[in-house]
Structure formats: structure tokens, C-alpha cells
């Protein structure tokens, strides 16, 4: 069956950088974008941005562009993302999902996520 | 940025209950638009995406209506498992956004 696995949680100093994985199974890698989302605590979820396995190809949220980066490993079939200059309201659950859809590139995503990982608990304080 | 208005925000129902819960966005996204179930330290489980299409697997208790910028997201014969908050998200151009969530709670 198709899962995510994330790493897991994480407690970060104000400033510092945090870099989550997210392990996929049970699909074909390359054919679907991968989502990243964010949820603090009481609040909805906020998307991040978005990664295709294929070619690496991104697009990220823009009030996060200038401190996100989402990486793939092809080899490893592993999602990584990585949020630099934390603050303490970067304080959440941080989530990857697949898109419903698969595609072919150039075709852009679905935007509808399922499924989720797990969940990675970050944590920033001083 | 489009937002995503949810109501209630709290819906006290008991077991078998007909629930019905409301988004709002602030300008029209035609059927671009999915719902969530979220329980408790877990993560979001797809329910329906393009308004009113049920995930695979999702039981037909479940269905959403609507189009533009009012969509409703209805459990029929509430079962003791859809206790949960639900979230209303817009897939009509980027940012894509969540609702505020409405927590279906034990009357």
C-alpha cells in the first residue's frame, strides 16, 4: 500500500534550521508530486509547497520561498525539506502527502493530497 | 489569497445525526475544492475533492454539494467514528488554502 514515513520530531533553537524526511513505498516515485504542509497547534493546515520526484522541479508557498528548500533522492525514494531561520511560530506539526494524481510532466499537479505522512513534530524555542 | 470560511466552527451532534457544515471562500474557485477528516494526533484523511467527489474507500454517508464560493460537506446517520474536526481546502490557483476546521463533537 502507498505510505509516507516522516523522521522524527525535532526541537530547534530560534535561528537554527530543521531538515525533515519522508520516506515513500508502494508507488511509482517519479509519477506523482509530493506535497509539503504545515499545521500549528489549534490552527488548519498551511501549505508549503511542492516537489516533483521526476525532475526536481518546485514551487513553494511565497511568503516561505526565501527559507524553504524541498530536495529528492531518487535512489533512496526520500523527500526531504528543509526550513532554515526558524522562529518560534515555525512551531508545528510539518506533513508530506502525495498528489491524488499521477502525471506526466510537464503536467502540474492535482492539488488535492492523499495520502499523509505521518506528521513530524518541530519544536523552536529558546 | 483566497480564504476559507468555515461554520460553525463547533457542531455538537449525537450518533445518527444528520450534520451538515459550511464553507465559504472569498472568491469564486468554480469546484476546485476538497474535504478533511482530522483526528486527534493524527494526520488529514482525504474525504472529497472537486466538491463532490468521494475518495475511494470513503463510506456514502459522506458527500459534499456546492460551487463558486459556497460548498457544504453533509454526514448522514453520524456514526460514533466521524467524531473529528473536518477542513475545507481551495485548489483554484496558488496559495493553496485550508478553512479554520469545524470540530464535530459528542452532544
Known amino acids: 500500500q502507498v505510505q509516507l514515513v516522516q523522521s522524527g520530531a525535532e526541537v530547534k533553537k530560534p535561528g537554527a534550521s530543521v531538515r525533515i524526511s519522508c520516506k515513500a513505498s508502494?508507488?511509482?516515485?517519479?509519477?506523482?508530486?509530493i506535497h509539503w504542509l504545515r499545521q500549528a497547534p489549534g490552527q488548519g493546515p498551511e501549505w508549503m509547497g511542492w516537489?516533483?520526484?521526476?525532475?526536481?522541479?518546485?514551487r513553494y508557498a511565497h511568503r516561505l520561498q526565501a527559507r524553504v528548500t524541498m530536495t529528492r533522492d531518487t535512489s533512496t525514494r526520500t523527500l526531504d525539506m528543509e526550513l532554515r531561520g526558524l522562529t518560534p511560530e515555525d512551531t508545528a506539526v510539518y506533513f508530506c502527502?502525495?498528489?491524488?494524481?499521477?502525471?506526466?510532466?510537464?503536467?502540474?499537479?492535482?492539488?488535492?493530497?492523499?495520502?499523509w505522512g505521518q506528521g513530524t513534530l518541530v519544536t523552536v524555542s529558546s | 489569497d483566497i480564504q476559507m470560511t468555515q461554520s460553525p466552527s463547533s457542531l455538537p451532534a449525537s450518533v445518527g445525526d444528520r450534520v451538515t457544515i459550511t464553507c465559504r471562500a472569498s472568491q469564486d474557485i468554480s469546484t476546485w475544492l476538497a474535504w478533511y477528516q482530522q483526528k486527534p494526533e493524527q494526520a488529514p484523511k482525504s474525504l472529497i475533492h472537486a466538491a463532490s467527489r468521494l475518495q475511494s474507500g470513503v463510506p456514502s454517508r459522506f458527500s459534499g454539494s456546492g460551487s463558486g464560493t459556497d460548498f457544504t460537506l453533509t454526514i448522514s446517520n453520524l456514526q460514533p467514528e466521524d467524531f473529528a474536526t473536518y477542513y475545507c481546502?481551495?485548489?483554484?490557483?496558488?496559495?493553496?488554502?485550508f478553512g479554520g476546521g469545524t470540530k464535530v463533537e459528542n452532544k
Open positions: 508502494g508507488y511509482s516515485f517519479t509519477s506523482y508530486y
Open positions: 481546502q481551495h485548489y483554484h490557483g496558488y496559495p493553496l488554502t
Open positions: 502527502a502525495r498528489d491524488q494524481r499521477a502525471v506526466i510532466l510537464p503536467a502540474g499537479p492535482y492539488n488535492y493530497f492523499d495520502p
Open positions: 516537489i516533483h520526484p521526476s525532475d526536481g522541479s518546485t
